[in-house]
């Protein structure tokens, strides 16, 4: 099972790849966040997130810091799959 792992991770498209080190290096951050730390546009970004929120390798967690609903900050984490999926590729998580 740990090769078909890897050989998910090593399949997997480089900006998605980079998404999945960050949050494992800095761990939940918000998607403006994300982007500005990558290097990427918001755009780019969102649909990179999007696609990784389809197969289950991250989450969205809204931060309840009582501020108006219109402003909420809202995470992004990485989900147990993908720690699970770094852990056995040898990245830190």
Do not use: H, W
Request: proline share 2%.
């Amino acid at each position: 099972m740990a090769l078909v792992k890897r050989a998910a991770f090593d399949s997997m498209a480089a900006a998605r790849r980079s998404i999945l080190d960050y949050l494992a290096r800095y761990g939940p951050i918000s998607q403006a966040g994300l982007a500005k730390g990558l290097g990427l546009t918001e755009a780019f970004t969102k649909r990179r997130i999007e696609d990784l929120e389809i197969v289950g390798l991250v989450g969205r967690k809204e931060e309840d810091d009582n501020i108006d609903p219109d402003q909420r900050t809202v995470n992004i984490t990485l989900s147990a799959l993908a720690r699970d999926l770094l852990t056995v590729c040898n990245r830190s998580t």
